[in-house]
């Protein structure tokens, strides 16, 4: 019988044993012919040396995970236990993995789930701006603003600034009860909903109160010039020409731009046009910026949502 003891070294045991051991009595079950013993960072391992040297493979497995993660849920845990062989199921969880955009709170796994959405997560590494335009339900604001999280938390960006045009969808904003904010903030509030699943809510509050994180209407962007950020411009179709050039050269030095866009949902005067529209036009061939046309295959909502998408472009 062989015997390794792995010491802990660069990662909290808490992380690999779970909370009352969860997680370890998780690694006995793929392990059933080995014997555990943890003490603090000592994992004592018994059993047949070749079960023992795929073990210790699986711990460094985890602990890299966890440092390019920062996180280690059971979900994952147990989906990179549960892979057998040697290259060619790493080579499969390679393809896996490289959908991930980033670990949100309690366990959730954001990644692209459509070949669009994993054209912006690609396209965004290459390019610094971004337009992405489709109907409702293809995950633009979502993917977009996973990607600006993921850049904040990678360091790659010193802020994200998250804007969209405040036009009245037939409700009247100044009914709306409250101060300017409060009557604002329903109109960002998908926005908010996106935020709220990645980053935890004291850390989001922070951000907020210290304005690593804005969260602010168009008109608000006007004469800044906005560098080392990462910005979205959500609900595109609904600016006006003249909005959206005052937006896009707001464009400043090591910054990220994404414009998200539904053309069939316009709220405008009839007259007016969309400054979407303008833009996806004149900047089609500008090196730097790419276009992602998003389309009924990307609707990841209720499978109703692609057949009520579909009905209106037949009318």
Known sequence: MGEKIITLESIEPVEIYGVNDIKLNLIRKYFPKLKLIA????????????????????VEMLIDHYHKNGLLTENVLERLLGQTGDNILEA???????????????GLVVKAK????????????????????????????????????????NKEVKRIILTRPAVEAGENLGFLPGD?????????????????????TDKL?????????????????????????????????????????????RMGANAKFIVNG???????PA?????????????????????????NTDVIRHKLVRAIIERYEEK
Request: charged letters at 25%; aromatic letters at 6%; zero cysteines.
């Open 114 to 153: 459509t070949d669009n959405q994993r054209k912006m997560m690609n396209s965004i590494l290459t390019n610094d701006m971004l337009f992405a335009v489709g109907p409702a339900g293809t995950g633009k604001t979502y993917t977009a603003v996973a990607l600006a999280v993921r850049a904040l938390k």
């Open 262 to 268: 539904d053309t069939t949902q316009i709220d405008l």
């Open 39 to 58: 003490r603090g960072y000592s994992l004592k391992v018994l059993g047949d040396p070749q079960e023992i040297e795929r073990f210790e493979k699986k």
């Open 180 to 200: 300017l904010k409060e009557k604002l903030d329903p109109y960002m509030q998908p926005l908010y909903d996106a935020l709220n699943d990645m980053v935890p």
């Open 205 to 249: 509050n922070q951000f907020i109160e210290n304005r690593t994180i804005q969260i602010a209407p168009l008109a608000f962007m006007r004469g800044r010039t906005l560098d080392n950020a990462f910005v979205i411009l959500d609900e595109a179709q609904n600016t006006t020409e003249s909005q959206m050039k005052m937006f896009l050269t």
């Open 271 to 295: 007259k007016q046009p969309s400054g979407l529209l303008q833009a996806v036009k004149l900047l089609k061939k500008v090196q730097g910026i790419d276009i992602i046309e998003l389309n």
């Open 92 to 106: 499969k969880d390679d393809a896996t993995t490289s959908d991930i955009i980033l670990f949100g709170n309690n």
